[in-house]
C-alpha cells in the first residue's frame, strides 16, 4: 500500500547547448579598479609630500594601466588554465606589483625583490589551496 510520500519522477531532460558566457561587468570593472588603486598609490609614494608634477601623474597613470591591462589578461586566461599554472599566475602577478610598489620607496632591488618573492609565494599556496578545493 503506497504512502503519502513522494515517488522520485524520472524524465528525460533535454540536452541543451551550453549557454554563452555573458560578458560580466566585473571582468572589466575589477582590473580597472585594481588599476585606480596601484596607479594612485604609486603616485603618492613617489610623491613623499612634495608638490605634483608631471612625471608623478604619468607614473601613476602608466603604472596603474599596466597593472589593469596585466589583471584584465590573466581574467580572461584563467579559465583555460591548470590550477597550478593559474595559481603561480596570480603569485606572480602579486610579486610584481608588491616588489615594484617597494621599490618605489627608494629601498633597493635586492629586498623588493625578496619581498615580491615573499608575497607571491604566499599568495600562490593560497591561491592554490583555493582554486584546489573549489574544483
Known amino acids: 500500500m503506497a504512502t503519502h ?3 522520485p519522477r524520472h524524465t528525460r531532460s533535454r540536452d541543451r547547448a551550453p549557454a554563452r ?3 560580466r561587468s566585473i ?3 575589477l582590473p580597472l579598479v585594481l588599476g585606480v588603486i596601484v596607479g594612485f598609490w604609486a603616485f603618492f609614494i613617489r610623491r613623499d ?3 605634483t608634477t608631471a612625471g608623478l601623474i604619468w607614473l601613476g597613470v602608466v603604472s596603474g594601466v599596466a597593472f ?3 589583471c584584465f589578461a590573466l581574467g580572461r586566461v584563467q ?3 591548470p590550477v597550478e599554472v593559474r595559481a603561480a599566475a596570480y603569485g606572480a602577478v602579486t610579486a610584481i606589483v608588491i616588489g615594484y610598489l617597494f621599490s618605489l620607496h627608494h629601498h633597493s632591488v635586492l629586498s623588493s625583490t625578496v619581498l615580491g618573492l615573499g608575497v607571491g609565494a604566499g599568495v600562490t599556496a593560497y ?3 583555493l582554486f584546489y ?3
Open 79 to 81: 579559465g583555460r588554465l
Open 68 to 70: 589593469a591591462v596585466l
Open 27 to 29: 571582468g572589466w570593472a
Open 49 to 51: 609630500g612634495g608638490e
Open 21 to 23: 558566457p555573458h560578458h
Open 133 to 135: 578545493t573549489r574544483t
Open 5 to 7: 510520500a513522494t515517488m
Open 127 to 129: 591561491a592554490y589551496y
